[in-house]
């Protein structure tokens, strides 16, 4: 019995000496050749069962029974059927090689033992870490490899099933065993590896990160934070306090943020001001996170990362800067600035912008709708509408209740205001579907343009008026029946044209004086301009006392029509003028119209008519004519005017 405790006892020793030759190998295979851990791992696990087997428990001739099953199993587990295979290859060979009456079972033993341990680590790499597949591969060890005494023969059975008691609780323990050491070293490993992990990040982070005791003295630094503080190596750090590095004053601020996270028992993100050994001063973004021991929970010390945000702050103060810079401006520019977002909610604007709608101002601030402010405004009468847009229903007030889009729409348009001043709104489009728009005041300009135009019309009036009789003058006669004879010849309506020549004006003018001339054809005119009814009838003054009349769309007949009446009206007058045989003054008058075979142009028709005119003046005056069909030569008709006279 004493032999038999002592074999076992071997055995097991050498399954945990496998335990501690696998973890130190696995950890050297993992850093310098990791390809080939699988294979070391069922290397050792074959020289570890052949080992075992040399230290059998004998229960009959050629019959052994070992541990061998627990090593070959925990290769399975752990490196799965790489290892298993390669470990129970080696096994087999050496069992195979010892021979005896057991050499079948117990070859089969070991394929059983080594499915055990890949059945239990099945499509998990990681399998020796969990329990549950631990103690799966040692109750498996236990059941299944001892169906192999069914091979053996028969007559030793009863020493075989002698030995199980004591045995299967050892195979079992020693795989427990086995594996439980490989996996706390594992663990112990992995532990290591994040710790060191850990140390190489905080080595070499960028920014600082220091780790104090309750009582404010460094346990931790990284370089990082031993350079902010000009010293070379971190481990000049340790034991010491802010005290030891920086001014009082600094010391004692950063004494009270730390107090502050402990009163507060949580992580507190605070800005702190620093100072460097070379004076440099700055500013950090400093995280504290309060260190909790695992079983009261109670703080213990406090890690501190600091980032430098000294060249942010220094932005952010530009930048407050610039925008107070930009708000000035646009406060007082000369112009309205006001911008909307995509749903035409008011987002900013200017004070000039608020001025220059004062009954609405109290309404055109951030947040407000321009739906509601064009209803405002124009319920409160800000805006000066056209009559046809103030009958209208406004944008703002349709049953949809959308947004008007007028305002809206990139562009110019002006704006009339209730006391007269007229502004220029300018709409831009920005980026995310928003509009700003630049009121201008234009009321001074709007008044000047409309003084330039006032006055440009009383120098066109005066550049086309005959100044003595108020009618147009010779230049704004020439213009006018070029332009009506293009038009006729374009609709084909008729044109007529009336030269009219006051009766013996210079006898008129020899026996009543220049001024009583002038007064007379003031008057002849004030009657041809009533004769000119309608808005497009040229009344003008040809030259001295003869005078034109251009009837549109009118054609000869009608021409002589309104001589006539003409006629009739400067007789009316009744103007004594004793140096006529009527005894009044009269006029005579030569009637051409288009269209008319002989007329192309406007001479043709000035010429027509002055023909008239002449028969008419001939024929006895105080009379109109017609013009014939074919026209006089003109230096006959220069002559027939020269001969008689006006």
């Given at each position: 019995?004493?032999?038999?405790?002592?074999?076992?006892?071997v055995?097991?020793?050498?399954?945990?000496l496998?335990?501690?030759?696998?973890?130190?190998?696995?950890?050297?295979?993992?850093r310098h050749?990791?390809?080939?851990?699988?294979?070391?791992l069922?290397?050792?696990?074959?020289?570890?069962?052949?080992?075992?087997m040399?230290?059998?428990?004998?229960?009959?001739?050629?019959?052994?029974?070992?541990?061998?099953?627990?090593?070959?199993?925990?290769?399975g587990?752990?490196?799965?059927?790489?290892s298993?295979?390669l470990?129970?290859?080696?096994a087999?060979?050496?069992?195979?090689?010892?021979?005896?009456?057991?050499?079948?079972a117990?070859a089969l033993?070991?394929?059983?033992?080594?499915?055990?341990?890949?059945?239990a680590?099945w499509?998990?790499?990681?399998?020796?870490?969990?329990?549950?597949?631990?103690?799966?591969?040692?109750?498996?060890?236990?059941?299944?490899?001892?169906?192999?005494?069914l091979?053996l023969?028969?007559?030793?059975?009863?020493?075989?099933?002698?030995s199980?008691?004591l045995?299967?609780?050892?195979?079992?323990?020693?795989?427990?065993?086995?594996?439980?050491?490989?996996?706390?070293?594992?663990?112990?490993?992995a532990?290591?590896?994040?710790?060191?992990?850990y140390?190489?990040?905080?080595?070499t982070?960028?920014?600082?990160l220091t780790?104090?005791?309750r009582?404010?003295?460094?346990?931790l630094?990284?370089?990082?934070?031993?350079?902010?503080?000009?010293?070379?190596?971190?481990?000049?750090?340790i034991?010491?306090?802010?005290?030891?590095?920086?001014s009082p004053a600094l010391a004692?601020?950063?004494?009270?943020?730390e107090?502050?996270?402990?009163?507060?028992?949580?992580?507190?993100?605070?800005?702190?001001s620093?100072?460097?050994?070379?004076?440099?001063?700055?500013?950090?973004?400093?995280?504290?996170?309060?260190i909790?021991?695992?079983?009261?929970?109670r703080i213990?010390?406090?890690?501190?990362?600091n980032r430098?945000?000294?060249?942010?702050?220094?932005?952010?103060?530009?930048?407050a800067?610039?925008?107070?810079?930009?708000t000035?401006?646009?406060?007082?520019?000369?112009?309205?600035?006001?911008?909307?977002?995509?749903?035409?909610?008011?987002?900013?604007?200017?004070?000039?912008?608020?001025?220059?709608?004062?009954?609405?101002?109290d309404?055109?601030?951030?947040?407000?709708?321009?739906?509601?402010?064009?209803?405002?405004?124009?319920?409160r009468?800000?805006?000066?509408?056209?009559?046809?847009a103030?009958s209208?229903?406004a944008a703002?007030?349709?049953?949809?209740?959308?947004m008007?889009?007028?305002?809206?729409?990139?562009?110019?348009?002006?704006?009339q205001?209730?006391?007269?001043?007229?502004l220029?709104?300018?709409?831009?489009?920005?980026?995310?579907?928003?509009?700003?728009?630049?009121?201008?005041?234009?009321?001074?300009?709007?008044?000047?343009?409309?003084?330039l135009?006032?006055?440009?019309?009383?120098?066109?009036?005066?550049?086309?008026?005959?100044?003595?009789?108020?009618?147009?003058?010779?230049r704004?006669?020439?213009?006018?029946?070029?332009?009506e004879?293009?038009r006729?010849?374009?609709?084909?309506?008729g044109?007529?044209?009336?030269?009219?020549?006051?009766?013996?004006?210079?006898?008129f003018?020899d026996?009543?004086?220049?001024?009583s001339?002038?007064q007379?054809?003031r008057?002849?005119?004030s009657?041809?301009r009533?004769?000119?009814?309608r808005?497009?009838?040229?009344?003008?003054?040809y030259?001295?006392e003869?005078?034109?009349l251009?009837?549109?769309?009118?054609?000869?007949?009608?021409?002589?029509?309104?001589?006539?009446h003409?006629?009739?009206?400067?007789?009316?007058?009744?103007?004594?003028h004793?140096?006529?045989?009527k005894?009044?003054?009269?006029?005579?008058i030569?009637?051409?119209a288009?269209?008319a075979?002989?007329?192309?142009?406007?001479d043709?028709?000035i010429?027509?008519?002055?023909?008239?005119?002449?028969?008419?003046?001939?024929?006895?005056?105080?009379?109109?004519?017609?013009?014939?069909?074919?026209?006089?030569?003109?230096d006959?008709?220069?002559?027939?005017?020269a001969?008689?006279?006006?």
């Amino acid at each position: 019995m004493t032999m038999t405790m002592t074999q076992t006892l071997v055995n097991i020793a050498l399954v945990l000496l496998f335990s501690m030759l696998w973890s130190r190998l696995d950890g050297w295979l993992e850093r310098h050749s990791p390809a080939h851990r699988l294979v070391g791992l069922g290397l050792i696990g074959g020289l570890t069962t052949i080992l075992l087997m040399l230290f059998p428990l004998a229960v009959a001739p050629g019959v052994f029974l070992d541990l061998r099953s627990s090593a070959i199993a925990v290769c399975g587990l752990m490196g799965g059927p790489i290892s298993a295979v390669l470990s129970a290859g080696m096994a087999v060979t050496w069992r195979v090689f010892q021979g005896g009456l057991g050499a079948g079972a117990g070859a089969l033993a070991i394929l059983l033992a080594a499915a055990v341990g890949i059945c239990a680590g099945w499509r998990d790499d990681r399998a020796i870490l969990s329990i549950r597949r631990i103690v799966l591969m040692s109750v498996g060890l236990v059941i299944v490899p001892q169906i192999t005494i069914l091979v053996l023969p028969p007559e030793t059975w009863p020493l075989v099933l002698s030995s199980l008691p004591l045995m299967l609780p050892m195979q079992c323990l020693a795989a427990l065993l086995a594996a439980l050491m490989i996996r706390a070293e594992l663990l112990q490993r992995a532990k290591l590896q994040e710790a060191e992990l850990y140390r190489s990040i905080i080595e070499t982070m960028p920014e600082n990160l220091t780790v104090k005791d309750r009582e404010g003295r460094f346990i931790l630094a990284n370089p990082a934070a031993a350079d902010v503080l000009g010293l070379a190596d971190p481990q000049d750090m340790i034991g010491k306090t802010d005290a030891d590095f920086h001014s009082p004053a600094l010391a004692s601020q950063y004494h009270s943020d730390e107090q502050a996270v402990y009163d507060a028992d949580k992580a507190l993100l605070l800005e702190q001001s620093y100072e460097t050994s070379l004076g440099l001063k700055g500013w950090y973004s400093t995280l504290k996170y309060p260190i909790r021991e695992p079983k009261t929970d109670r703080i213990v010390g406090l890690v501190t990362h600091n980032r430098d945000i000294s060249k942010q702050k220094e932005l952010e103060r530009q930048l407050a800067e610039s925008r107070q810079q930009l708000t000035d401006a646009l406060a007082n520019m000369a112009d309205g600035l006001v911008m909307f977002d995509r749903q035409g909610k008011l987002v900013y604007c200017n004070e000039r912008y608020r001025a220059m709608f004062s009954k609405t101002a109290d309404l055109r601030v951030p947040g407000a709708h321009l739906r509601d402010i064009i209803a405002a405004s124009r319920a409160r009468g800000e805006e000066a509408l056209p009559a046809e847009a103030a009958s209208a229903p406004a944008a703002c007030d349709r049953a949809d209740d959308k947004m008007p889009a007028l305002p809206l729409q990139p562009g110019k348009r002006e704006i009339q205001l209730w006391d007269g001043r007229a502004l220029e709104a300018q709409t831009r489009s920005v980026s995310g579907g928003g509009s700003l728009i630049v009121f201008t005041d234009i009321t001074v300009a709007k008044q000047a343009e409309e003084m330039l135009r006032q006055a440009n019309r009383a120098l066109e009036k005066a550049a086309f008026t005959d100044g003595l009789t108020g009618l147009y003058n010779r230049r704004a006669f020439d213009v006018h029946i070029r332009h009506e004879l293009a038009r006729s010849r374009r609709s084909g309506s008729g044109v007529c044209l009336l030269m009219i020549d006051i009766d013996h004006f210079k006898l008129f003018n020899d026996r009543y004086g220049h001024q009583s001339g002038d007064q007379c054809l003031r008057q002849v005119a004030s009657a041809l301009r009533a004769t000119a009814k309608r808005g497009t009838d040229i009344a003008a003054r040809y030259g001295g006392e003869e005078m034109a009349l251009l009837l549109t769309d009118t054609d000869l007949a009608g021409g002589e029509i309104v001589a006539r009446h003409y006629c009739q009206a400067v007789r009316d007058l009744r103007i004594a003028h004793e140096g006529s045989h009527k005894g009044f003054v009269t006029v005579s008058i030569g009637v051409a119209a288009v269209p008319a075979d002989s007329i192309h142009d406007s001479d043709d028709l000035i010429a027509s008519a002055d023909a008239a005119l002449y028969r008419a003046k001939h024929g006895g005056r105080d009379q109109h004519v017609a013009a014939e069909l074919q026209l006089a030569p003109v230096d006959t008709l220069t002559s027939k005017r020269a001969k008689h006279g006006r």
